[in-house]
C-alpha cells in the first residue's frame, strides 16, 4: 500500500493556541467547593430564557425536511436590513450585503481561510482581544500582531484587520472619529476591515457606533464587513444565529466558498432569527436585566477594592487590583466567585480580570455579599 504524505508538518491543532478556558479548571474546582456553590462570572453565557418570540417563531417553522440555502432566506436577510436601519442608522444595507453564518465565532474563526489567506500574510487584531481573532490567523499560517496603533505596521501591509467595539474583554467603545481615521487608513492600502459588533446593543454608558454607520464609512461599504450576534442582544446563543454584513464583493466571494462547504444556517433558525430582530421589546428587558447586575456587581467590585476601567459597554466589568491577574483570579476563588484572567486576552490584560454579569440575579447576589465579606 503506498502512503500518502500529509502536506502538514503536524496536526492542526499544534497549530492553535492552548484553549484558555482549561487554565481555569483548578481555579473553578475552588471556587465550587465553597459553601454556597459556585459564581460563575467568568464566561459571557446568556442563562435567561430565550425569547417567547424567538420560541414560537423555531417551533412553528419545526417541519423543515429541505437543505437551507447558503445566502439564507429573504425574509431574515431583511430583518438585518431592516433592524440595522431602525436601530443603529445604517442606510444603503441590500440583502445583497448580508449573509446569515453559524454563530459569529465560527465565522470569525474561519474568515482568513475563507478569504485564502496564508503564511505570506499578515492579520491585525487589538491588544486587547477576543483569543479566536488569533485562531483564525494561527489556522492558516499566517503572522498575527496585536496592536491598536496602525503606526506599529510600519509600512507593512495588512490583508486583513479587526476591529471590535464594544469590545471584549474591556467594554471599551471606539469614538465615531477613530472608527472614521482606521477606515480611511485601510482604504488606502486595499486592506479589508471587519468590525467584530457583537455587543452593539450592550451599552451603557456611551453610544457604540456601526463601522457601517454614514458617518463612519461615508455611505460605501467597500473594504468593510461588520459581524454580528443574536446569542447577546437575545439570548440566542444555543440557536448560532448571526451574520455578516457589508461589501457586497466580499460577501459575494464568501457565499462561494461557503456554498462548497456546506455552511449553512438551519432554516429554523433562521426563521427564529427573523423574529427576534423584528421585535424590540425582548431586547429592552434584556438589557434592563443586564443593567440592574451590571449596577449591583460594579459597586461590589469597587467596594472591595478594585478599580473598573472602560467597561461603557459590552456584558462585563474590565477590573484591576494593580496585581497579576492569576493572584486575583485565585483570591475570588477562594470566595467561591470564577472570573477570567486578563492575561486570557493579551499581555496588556495581565492586571485585569474580566467579570461577567450574566448570572442569575440570585448568583449574582451571592457575589455582592461575598465581596462586601471581604
Same mark, same amino acid.
Given at each position: ?27 473553578? &474546582? ?96 487589538? &491588544? ?17 500582531? !496585536? ?6 505596521? +510600519? ?21 465615531? +472619529? ?63 444565529? &448571526? ?5 457586497? !464583493?466580499?460577501?459575494? +466571494? ?28 425582548? !431586547?429592552?428587558?434584556?438589557? !434592563? ?14 467596594? &472591595? ?17 494593580? +496585581? ?51
Amino acid at each position: 500500500m503506498t502512503s500518502v504524505a500529509s502536506p502538514l508538518t503536524g496536526p492542526v491543532s499544534g497549530r492553535l493556541p492552548d484553549f484558555p478556558w482549561d487554565r481555569l479548571t483548578s481555579y473553578a &474546582a475552588t471556587a465550587r467547593s465553597h459553601t454556597d456553590g459556585i459564581v460563575d462570572l467568568s464566561v459571557g453565557t446568556p442563562v435567561d430564557p430565550t425569547p417567547e418570540v424567538a420560541q414560537a417563531a423555531l417551533r412553528a417553522a419545526a417541519d423543515n425536511p429541505g437543505y437551507p440555502t447558503t445566502i439564507g432566506l429573504p425574509e431574515t436577510r431583511q430583518a438585518v436590513v431592516d433592524w440595522l436601519g431602525r436601530r443603529h442608522g445604517v442606510s444603503g444595507v441590500g440583502l445583497e450585503h448580508v449573509l446569515p453564518v453559524v454563530g459569529s465565532k465560527e465565522f470569525i474563526a474561519s474568515l482568513p481561510l475563507h478569504l485564502g489567506l496564508g503564511s505570506g500574510d499578515l492579520i491585525g487584531f487589538p &491588544a486587547l482581544a477576543y483569543p479566536t481573532y488569533e485562531v483564525g490567523a494561527a489556522l492558516v499560517g499566517a503572522e498575527a500582531i !496585536a496592536t491598536d496603533d496602525l503606526a506599529a505596521f +510600519e509600512g507593512r501591509t495588512p490583508s486583513l484587520l479587526w476591529i471590535n467595539s464594544p469590545a471584549n474583554p474591556s467594554g471599551r467603545v471606539l469614538p465615531v +472619529e477613530h472608527l472614521r481615521t482606521v477606515v480611511e487608513w485601510c482604504r488606502e492600502r486595499g486592506v479589508l476591515l471587519v468590525s467584530d459588533e457583537c455587543y452593539l446593543e450592550c451599552a451603557w454608558e456611551a453610544e457604540p457606533v456601526s463601522v457601517l454607520h454614514p458617518d463612519v464609512c461615508g455611505g460605501s461599504f467597500e473594504g468593510l464587513l461588520a459581524v454580528h450576534s443574536l446569542s447577546k442582544r437575545s439570548n440566542l446563543a444555543g440557536y448560532r444565529c &448571526a451574520f455578516a454584513v457589508g461589501d457586497q !464583493a466580499v460577501i459575494a +466571494e464568501l457565499l462561494a466558498v461557503r456554498k462548497n462547504l456546506g455552511l449553512q444556517m438551519p432554516g429554523p433558525q433562521q426563521v427564529a432569527m427573523k423574529a427576534a430582530l423584528d421585535d424590540d421589546a425582548h !431586547a429592552l428587558e434584556q438589557h !434592563a436585566r443586564y443593567a440592574a447586575r451590571r449596577a449591583l456587581l460594579r459597586t461590589a467590585l469597587e467596594g &472591595a477594592g478594585f478599580r473598573v476601567d472602560h467597561s461603557e459597554a459590552s456584558l462585563y466589568l474590565w477590573a484591576t487590583r494593580g +496585581e497579576d491577574c492569576w493572584r486575583t483570579v485565585a483570591d475570588l476563588a477562594e470566595q467561591g466567585i470564577l472570573v477570567a484572567p486578563g492575561a486570557f486576552y493579551g499581555a496588556a490584560g495581565a492586571q485585569h480580570v474580566r467579570v461577567a454579569f450574566t448570572a442569575t440575579d440570585e448568583r449574582v447576589e451571592a457575589a455582592v455579599r461575598r465581596l462586601g465579606a471581604h
